[in-house]
């Protein structure tokens, strides 16, 4: 869908009564038609797993709907416990950032559609109460992504206990009970929340080189939202419009 700054640098730029009628229907039929819904709810088809679980937190409850806290001691919300290894400035090794990221621990959770579909919008709900406050039981360190043409895409990363947004202008939020990204519409069939270290960590021991941590993550629910139907003659109308800014 085109950006709306693009449109009226459009606007500005056509002369013409024929012209700017043209553009007006078009955009109109560039809309989003049909009703916005949350794809990642298992009454609609979608499934949950993760990397590991404790027995009586599974990743099913991420996709029941319920988005409050107040049930996690009832079994309510995804929970994992990791050792992750944290190394010291300077003792880095050579492969890549993500694989050494990965590789030295972390704990996720997956959301899978039955089919893909066109979202726009991820909301993570982590353990958030007046027994179980975010800044001792939230997350610290994260990368937020969907699948999108063969790959996972990191939509925003947590860093140091706040949101980094790299798909928006958003800059940095502190990682609070609910996380809201939005981006540019992406086809897809899964998303996933990759916790590398939470609030609810220990040192449990340390060499010259690093340091062993033992993290919990806690996940109460994932959202995955965007319409229901999708015009077929928007993508038509796309297509005009990329003609039409060629003339």
């Known amino acids: 869908m085109k950006n709306l700054f693009l449109f009226l640098l459009i606007v500005i730029g056509l002369s013409g009564t024929g012209c700017l009628t043209q553009l007006t229907q078009l955009t109109q039929n ?25 027995p009586d937190h599974e990743p099913g409850t991420v996709i029941n709907g319920i988005t409050s806290s107040k049930d996690w001691d009832k079994g309510e919300g995804w929970e994992m416990s990791f050792q992750r ?7 880095m090794r050579y492969e890549s950032r993500m694989t050494r990221k990965e590789q030295r621990g972390g704990a996720w959770v997956e959301v ?6 066109r979202v726009n919008r991820m909301v993570i709900y982590t353990l958030d109460s007046q027994k179980y406050p975010v800044s001792k039981y939230g997350i610290y360190e994260a990368n937020l992504q969907v699948w ?6 990191t939509i925003a990363r947590v860093k ?4 980094e947004y790299l798909t928006t202008t958003a800059g940095r939020t502190v990682a ?4 809201v990204l939005r ?22 021991d340390k060499t010259y080189s690093s340091t062993v941590e033992q993290n919990t993550a806690r996940i109460i629910e ?3 939202t965007g319409y229901d139907t999708i015009d077929p003659a928007e993508n038509k109308a796309e297509s005009e419009l990329d003609n039409l800014l060629k003339q």
């Open 222 to 224: 994932v959202e995955l």
């Open 112 to 117: 899978r559609l039955p089919e893909p579909k």
């Open 30 to 54: 560039l809309a989003p038609s049909g009703e916005f819904v949350n794809y990642a709810l298992a009454k609609n088809g979608a499934t949950a797993v993760a990397s590991g679980s404790t």
């Open 148 to 153: 999108d043409d063969g790959s996972w895409k």
């Open 183 to 204: 981006f540019q519409p992406i086809l897809t069939n899964m998303a996933r929340v990759m916790v590398f270290r939470s609030n609810d960590r220990k040192v449990t």
């Open 85 to 91: 290894e944290h190394m010291r400035a300077g003792m």
């Open 160 to 163: 140091n206990g706040k949101v």
């Open 176 to 179: 609070k009970g609910r996380i």
